[in-house]
């Protein structure tokens, strides 16, 4: 209300002097009153669309966000929570992206599995000991995520039925954020630890 009055003030003291443009009441004070009003919320919301601006507070743009960074993306599972698409906003703003393997342990933590190291292959040539294994070319852009022991592996029991495999694995969470964040020009294998 008191951005309502100051207004009413401003509106007030634009009018020419004169007893005919007294405001203290009757017609001229109500129109003052409905045009101080109208300032009032088009100030209110010029207050919003500055707090708008910033993505870890945005409410009403934050569609315009998401859109503009192309989110949700395939790899966003469900429905998400207010705080967690203003997250991924300033995720996907802050991201410097990179194919440094630090970047790669980093997103792996975020994912849930801290610990992650990464394996790169390389072309076997002969000047290599005969330990390392027999990469041709095509393994030169080829390197793996090799995902901590607990890094959600099934494995069969005797109460499992004859139709379900003796092992499973995988998280598509991570499959999904690592073949979408690694170079195009990479592979890229996700190896799951696990009771071996």
């Known amino acids: 209300m008191a951005v309502t009055d100051r ?36 100030d209110a919301r010029a207050q919003q669309l500055l707090q708008e601006s910033d993505p870890r507070r945005a409410v009403a743009l934050l569609p315009e966000w998401e859109a503009s960074l192309g989110l949700p993306d395939a790899c966003t599972v469900g429905e998400q929570t207010l705080l967690a698409r203003q997250q991924a906003v300033v995720a996907k703003l802050t991201d410097a992206g990179g194919a440094r393997v630090p970047r790669f342990l980093g997103l792996a933590a975020a994912l849930g599995y801290p610990g992650a190291t990464i394996t790169r292959h390389r072309y076997h040539t002969c000047e290599m000991s005969c330990e390392e294994p027999l990469n041709d070319i095509g393994w030169r852009h080829t390197w793996t995520l090799n995902l901590p022991s607990g890094a959600r592996v099934i494995d069969a029991t005797t109460e499992s039925t004859v139709d379900e495999p003796l092992r499973t694995w995988g998280d598509t969470m991570i499959d999904c954020v690592m073949h979408r964040e690694a170079p195009a020009v990479s592979t890229v294998l996700i190896a799951y630890g696990g009771n071996q």
């Open 7 to 42: 207004y009413q003030r401003q509106l007030a003291a634009l009018l020419p002097p004169g007893l005919a443009m007294q405001t203290g009441e009757g017609e001229l004070a109500d129109l003052t009153q409905r045009y101080a009003a109208v300032f009032a919320a088009i």
